[in-house]
């Protein structure tokens, strides 16, 4: 079974750093460019930072740029995602999802999701 | 950055009735465009990619059309499970998602 499952969320103080991971299992991890997307406490989904197959290649949303930082350990099948400088507004549940490429659109898209792991930023 | 707008936010539909839910986009996605349900608690689910390709196991009354800024996913017969919020995203140019649209049983 395809499976991803987040951790190491918690309460963080404003400023506080937190350190996400994403073990992946049922698939072959290193064939996949892989994401994290998070949700704020009842709002919408919002793509945060994606990472290539073998972790040359980092995108992030500007928001969290220069605080943020997503690695991989292929040997580990795992996904991490390394949050500094926390702000209230970075609180919300962090999913990690696998992405999908498709050929004919040379495009990628999110197929498989976590149960995500909730992140509060909060003094 | 590409904004995708739903319409509408709450969507009422009696058991057995067809539901439509429209996206727009603030610019072609061409046909790089995908629905995501999502349950309460829960992670969201992926029903349909490319516009209108319907992802393994996804239910056949699941089925999305359009093309460039404007796309729509019907469930053909409201079932009471399929009550969700339903985000269309594109992933065009990086990955936006739509505000959702939550659908209740009327």
Request: proline fraction near 3%; include cysteine; charge should be neutral.
């Amino acid at each position: 079974e395809v499976q991803l499952v987040e951790s190491g969320g918690g309460l963080v103080q404003p400023g506080g750093s937190l350190r996400l991971s994403c073990a992946a299992s049922g698939f072959t991890f290193n064939n996949y460019w892989m994401i994290w997307v998070r949700q704020a406490p009842g709002k919408g989904l919002e793509w945060v930072a994606n990472i290539n197959r073998d972790g040359t290649e980092k995108h992030f949303v500007d928001s969290v740029e220069g605080r943020f930082s997503i690695s991989r350990d292929n040997a580990k099948n795992s996904l991490y995602l390394q949050m500094n400088t926390l702000r209230a507004e970075d609180t919300a549940v962090y999913y990690c999802a696998r992405l999908q490429f498709l050929e004919w659109l040379l495009s990628y898209y999110m197929d498989v999701w976590g149960k995500g792991t909730t992140v509060t930023v909060s003094s | 950055e590409i904004v995708m707008t739903q319409s509408p936010a709450t969507l009422s539909v009696f058991p057995g009735e067809r539901a439509t839910l429209s996206c727009r986009g603030s610019q072609s996605v061409s046909s790089n465009l995908a629905w995501y349900q999502q349950k309460p608690g829960q992670s969201p689910r992926l029903l349909i990619y490319g516009v209108s390709m319907r992802a393994a196991g996804i239910p056949a009354r699941f089925s999305g059309s359009g093309s460039g800024t404007e796309f729509t996913l019907t469930i053909s017969s409201l079932q009471s499970e399929d009550c969700a919020v339903y985000y269309c995203q594109q992933y065009h140019n990086w990955w936006t998602f739509g505000q959702g649209t939550k659908v209740e049983i009327k």
